[in-house]
């Protein structure tokens, strides 16, 4: 596939696999991705799995990511985890923001702003997730939801750290239900977010972050997906536990 921006496939593996079957889940995928150069890959293990996971992919084109992190670098913070824990383990990702994490563990944008600015004073490229439930799609809100959470949750960075920031656009509705948002639908949301990361920063910074589409993402639909202009790769949930589909997705994004 021909792209402006080189694609980014990144594996939520969320509170799935005991270090076993993670090593196992590492071990198949390095075999069927060796030879994949064209796309920026990453798998996201629990912590618990990070350091096993972490040797298995030194030697290979995986890459790492967190699926969240502390906005605080030390200190009195019972059961977190800080940027500087993560590079100890070669992290060079951390997913931030999820809505499930903003639904349940009530992150605001605010609060996201902050961690994607420790990630980055960390060297971590933070992959900040925003979208739409289904009541405000269905209101006609999706755009002003974009447009809140893109200014919010990104709010403080620098040009040179937006351009090393990911986003991705996770419709929640489509997350975990099977449910795709349509290539039209996706394509669309992707240029709403790219509109006001030009006018939040300037025109180049906007053409020059990558934004991945997430929710229900499959080896059937990747392709298509992907193929839109302004969908730069895909953040997968489900689809990311077994290795012949997310190594699919992957080969189908070529
Ligand atoms: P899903 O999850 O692919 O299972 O819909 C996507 C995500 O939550 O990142």
Redo the contacts with the bound molecule.
């Keep these: 596939m021909n792209k402006e921006r080189k694609l980014i496939v990144a594996g939520?593996w969320?509170m799935n696999k005991t270090v076993a079957e993670a090593l196992a889940l590492v071990g198949d995928l390095k075999l069927e991705l060796a030879n994949v150069k064209e796309v920026d890959i990453v798998v996201c293990p629990p912590f618990t799995a990070m350091c096993e996971v972490s040797k298995a992919v030194l030697d290979s084109n995986i890459r790492l990511g967190a699926q969240n992190m502390s906005e605080n670098n030390a200190g009195a913070y019972t059961g977190e985890i800080c940027a500087g824990m993560l590079k100890e383990f070669s992290v060079r990702y951390v997913?931030l923001g999820?809505?499930?994490r903003r639904q349940y563990q009530k992150e605001s944008d605010a609060l996201i702003s902050k961690k994607a600015l420790a990630a980055h004073a960390a060297s971590l490229k933070p992959i900040v997730?925003v979208g739409e439930t289904l009541d405000e799609r269905v209101a006609n809100q999706t755009e002003k939801v974009l447009e809140t959470q893109v200014r919010g949750s990104l709010s403080g960075l620098s040009k040179g750290q937006m351009e090393e920031t990911i986003v991705?656009y996770?419709p929640v509705w489509?997350?975990?239900?099977?449910k795709t948002a349509t290539t039209a639908q996706a394509q669309s949301a992707h240029a709403v977010i790219r509109g006001v990361l030009a006018k939040m920063f300037d025109e180049t910074v906007a053409r020059r972050v990558r934004i991945q589409y997430?929710?229900?993402?499959?080896p059937a639909n990747a392709r298509e997906l992907m193929s839109q202009p302004d969908v730069d790769g895909a953040?997968?949930?489900?689809?990311?536990l077994e290795p012949r589909s997310f190594a699919e997705i992957i080969k189908n994004s070529i």
Excluded: F, P, Q, R
């Design positions: 939520n969320k997913i999820h809505s499930e997730c991705a996770e489509a997350i975990g239900t099977g997430g929710g229900s993402v499959k953040l997968v949930g489900g689809a990311a």
